[in-house]
């Protein structure tokens, strides 16, 4: 079971009527809606960071991708004339 812990935030009334008015249309209580959005927004900004990570890497390797090719286009064609019965 996780540990949980209070926390306390001041939100601009609009938002908090935002934020009331979609729990209500859910069904669900402010907190559960506040922990959803959160582990949500924690969710998608790991997604990014991932993202952004193997563009990076994919830029970095980008100037190889010719060699890359060459030798997978070699490496198949040996496998085909290896196991290709003449």
Excluded at 15 to 34: E, F, Y
Excluded at 54 to 63: D, I, R, S
């Amino acid at each position: 079971m996780e540990n949980n812990a209070d926390i306390h935030l001041s939100l601009p009334e609009h938002v908090l009527v935002d934020l009331d008015r979609l729990a209500q249309q859910r069904g669900v209580r402010r907190a559960h809606l506040l922990r959803e959005v959160i582990a949500e927004y924690l969710t998608r900004m790991e997604t990014e960071r991932i993202e952004q990570e193997m563009k990076e890497y994919a830029e970095v390797l980008a100037p190889h991708s010719g060699e890359f090719v060459r030798e997978t286009e070699a490496h198949t064609v040996q496998r085909l004339l290896e196991e290709t019965e003449w």
